[in-house]
């Protein structure tokens, strides 16, 4: 099963392929501070992808149209809550503590 693996806590997880990041994250114990209810809007679950971006799902319309409003966006940007696990390990940086 692929791992997940959290910066800067270095906390991992095996997660089955489909999970949403952000299910993981928040198992973890890690604190997001998400006001959506998941659905992209709130802008709380973008992270970085340091390791196995190409694992993910892609990312669809709707996040891409979050993202464009973020200050900070970089090309390992992609939001916790619509990121899909795939079949390899991935390490993501947790940016917003709150
Ligand atoms: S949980 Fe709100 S943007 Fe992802």
């Known amino acids: 099963m692929p791992v997940l ?3 800067p806590s270095g906390k991992t997880a ?3 392929s489909g999970t ?3 299910s993981t994250i928040l198992a973890s114990g890690e604190k997001l501070g998400c006001t959506c209810g998941g659905t992209g809007g709130c802008e709380a679950s ?3 992808v340091l390791e196995g971006r190409k694992s993910l799902s892609k990312a669809e319309r709707p996040e891409h149209a ?3 409003g973020l200050v ?3 090309s390992k940007s992609r939001l916790a809550c ?3 696990m ?3 390990d991935v390490t993501i940086e947790i940016l917003s503590f709150m």
């Open 86 to 88: 795939g079949e390899e």
């Open 5 to 7: 693996t959290l910066m």
């Open 72 to 74: 900070g966006v970089s």
């Open 20 to 22: 949403v990041l952000l």
């Open 82 to 84: 619509q990121a899909k």
């Open 14 to 16: 095996e997660v089955p």
């Open 46 to 48: 973008h992270v970085f």
């Open 66 to 68: 979050t993202l464009d």
